[in-house]
């Protein structure tokens, strides 16, 4: 079992920026990939950015230039810097693992773009 903690969602206004961090614990022998997921009301849940071990990182082409997805592999833990924000952009976001036990997912933690 892969457990994940989200943190550092919140209320921004558009143009403004956040950081959401997620921490893995558990059963992490060999992590395949990290990402981020979100989901807005009424939607699917949609990739954001993935970055697989390595591996070329992958986004979204809505977040392309103003999101960057990091990783500390010491602490296992995957970031998202986000920039340049926009009320499109509010949502649940939603971090992953990826192991030999397969997919894991964080609780959620909620961002939300408005003035």
């Known amino acids: 079992q892969v457990q994940l903690v989200e943190s550092g969602g919140g209320l921004v206004q558009p143009g403004g920026s956040l950081r959401l961090s997620c921490v893995a614990s558990g059963s992490i022998f060999s992590i395949n990939a990290m990402g981020w997921y979100r989901q807005a009301p009424g939607k699917q849940r949609e990739l954001v950015a993935t970055s697989p071990s390595g591996g070329s990182t992958n986004y979204a082409d809505s977040v392309k230039g103003r999101f960057t997805i990091s990783r500390d592999n010491a602490k296992n833990t995957v970031y998202l810097q986000m920039n340049s924000l926009k009320p499109e952009d509010t949502a649940v976001y939603y971090c992953?693992?990826?192991?030999?036990?397969?997919?894991?997912w964080g609780q959620g933690t909620q961002v939300t773009v408005s003035s």
């Open positions: 992953h693992t990826d192991t030999m036990f397969g997919r894991s």
